[in-house]
């Protein structure tokens, strides 16, 4: 082997060390978005799934009007276009994907809304199981919050609960809940003491919701909140207490949370690398760094969407850029903060497998199976959905 073959040798062995390259699981793109004429671009957030393996979701342009659809992949991976937006008041470029009712109505937020221009202060949207759409809240009202962040989660009674980034009394964001009717409810008005908060919210048994926001704080760089089911508001953590943010700075995706209460999530910088971390908040308060993302070797870094969890200790998620490729990772951290890359975007010519991966968490299946979108790459160059199995 000449003194080249052996450079490289040595390089190829120091990549593969410096982070685990798992090689068991299968990667492969259920639809490429823009094959046909209307069809969305740009697919983002989180996907729902039904008992039938049918996948929902939305993309933030395309469509007949070019401001975004919502669509059905069924398990023969076949699309359907639900629905085509259309210029306010109708919501718009939604970029957080949907949540499934148990009634089949899928539900989201967006731009636009009956107060607000083509972009808008933000609206929640609902489509019924036969394809009805309707803007249930708009925001901007004068009373309520602004830009509408992270998406919705429901509860067993069909309430939908969310935040904004900005607005409501001191202008810092706000806490909402909204009923299937459309009622909204303002529940907690952000300030400077937790601000701006980005992420989906995080709903237990006893109707207590976890949340994080990117600013505010004793150190201005995030926080880790509750606000229980008695209305009581509790930041939990207070991010980069330190020179230099090892702890993380500036959560923007949502949270998950084990049997013993502990919250898990992701912050966008901070950490050993500052290129954003996974974290682990104790019920107590005590924080821990399980990853730093930006090691040498192909680790992915800026990590702008939540984890999803096996229940068994383990954590997926997806980087923004990194990896073998430069174009963002899935990965998975286990509960001793070993980190795995299960797949590195863009190994294929001209990015047919995606990249640009987005605001929306994994969704895992019973087998295991993970499901995800990404705003560019595939054939057309306008987005994918895809899996990867274990």
Not at 10 to 39: M, R
Not at 115 to 143: C, M, P, R, W, Y
Not at 261 to 266: E, I
Not at 331 to 358: H, M, R, W
Request: charged share 10%; net charge negative; hydrophobic share 35%.
């Amino acid at each position: 082997m000449n003194k080249f073959s052996w450079a490289s040798a040595l390089v190829i062995l120091l990549v593969l060390s410096a982070s685990t390259l798992s090689t068991a699981q299968t990667y492969s793109v259920l639809y490429s978005f823009g094959n046909v004429t209307g069809d969305g671009i740009s697919p983002s957030g989180t996907l729902a799934r039904d008992s039938a393996g049918n996948l929902y979701g939305t993309t933030q342009s395309g469509g007949t009007q070019g401001v975004g659809i919502i669509f059905k992949l069924d398990s023969s991976n076949a699309e359907t276009i639900l629905y085509n937006f259309s210029l306010a008041p109708d919501a718009i470029s939604p970029p957080y994907g949907v949540v499934r009712s148990n009634s089949g109505a899928l539900y989201g937020s967006a731009n636009g809304g009956r107060n607000g221009t083509q972009l808008g202060d933000g609206s929640i949207f609902k489509i019924t199981a036969s394809g009805t759409e309707s803007v249930l809240h708009s925001f901007g009202n004068g009373t309520d919050g602004l830009n509408p962040s992270g998406g919705l989660i429901q509860d067993s009674k069909g309430n939908s609960y969310g935040v904004t980034v900005s607005g409501g009394t001191h202008g810092w964001g706000t806490l909402f809940k909204i009923t299937p009717a459309g009622k909204e409810t303002i529940l907690y008005n952000f300030t400077l003491a937790a601000a701006n908060p980005e992420g989906a919210l995080l709903l237990d048994q006893h109707g207590n919701l976890y949340g994080t926001t990117a600013s505010g704080g004793k150190y201005s760089f995030g926080t880790v909140y509750e606000y229980s089911a008695a209305g009581r508001f509790h930041v939990i953590y207070n991010f980069c207490q330190q020179a230099h943010c090892p702890d993380g700075s500036q959560p923007i995706a949502g949270l998950v949370r084990d049997s013993a209460g502990n919250l898990y999530g992701t912050t966008l910088n901070g950490g050993a690398n500052l290129q954003g971390t996974v974290f682990k908040v104790t019920p107590s308060g005590t924080e821990s760094v399980l990853h730093s993302f930006g090691l040498a070797g192909g680790d992915g870094y800026l990590p702008i969407a939540g984890l999803v969890t096996d229940g068994s200790g383990n954590f997926y998620g997806t980087t923004l850029y990194g990896g073998a490729n430069s174009a963002g990772t899935i990965f998975k951290i286990d509960s001793a903060g070993n980190e795995s890359i299960l797949y590195s975007f863009c190994a294929q010519p001209s990015c047919a497998d995606g990249n640009v991966t987005t605001f929306g968490t994994l969704i895992r299946d019973g087998s295991g199976n993970l499901y995800g979108v990404t705003e560019g790459g595939g054939f057309f160059q306008s987005g994918v959905i895809f899996k990867i199995t274990p």
